[in-house]
């Protein structure tokens, strides 16, 4: 006959942490990366908001800058500092990273073209 053994407490401890924190951190990094707009839906939000102008200098005095116009706030917010002062001395590709950190953050209402991009 075979005799079995009881899992120590600490063997089950462990194996709760284990499940636990899986269980935690499966639905954030599943978040982060589904919140990640692709560069076509990132163009089609530009073409709305600056007419496609990547390097878009605060046009009609708005306060917003770049292709997808950031408030200098939501820029500095998003990390868009590491790249360039402003959005519109960043490269597409630089907007495109921030925008994706700034979709995480506030969702696609930070944008005015939003759903005109067909950003979701």
């Avoid at 076509?40 to 708005?62: F, K, L, P």
């Avoid at 597409?92 to 506030?106: P, R, S, Y």
């Avoid at 969702?107 to 991009?117: L, S």
Wanted: one cysteine or more.
């Amino acid at each position: 006959m075979l005799k079995l053994r009881r899992a120590s407490k600490t063997t089950r401890l462990t194996a709760l942490a284990g499940v636990a924190t899986t269980a935690i951190c499966l639905p954030v990094l599943a978040s982060t990366t589904a919140s990640a707009a692709s560069s076509a839906t990132w163009d089609r939000v530009a073409q709305c908001e600056s007419s496609g102008n990547w390097s878009n200098h605060n046009t009609g005095g708005n306060g917003h800058y770049g292709g997808l116009q950031f408030s200098p706030s939501s820029w500095a917010a998003a990390g868009g500092l590491k790249y360039a002062p402003r959005a519109d001395y960043a490269t597409k590709d630089q907007q495109i990273t921030v925008a994706n950190k700034l979709l995480a953050m506030q969702g696609p209402g930070a944008w005015q073209c939003a759903k005109a991009g067909g950003l979701k």
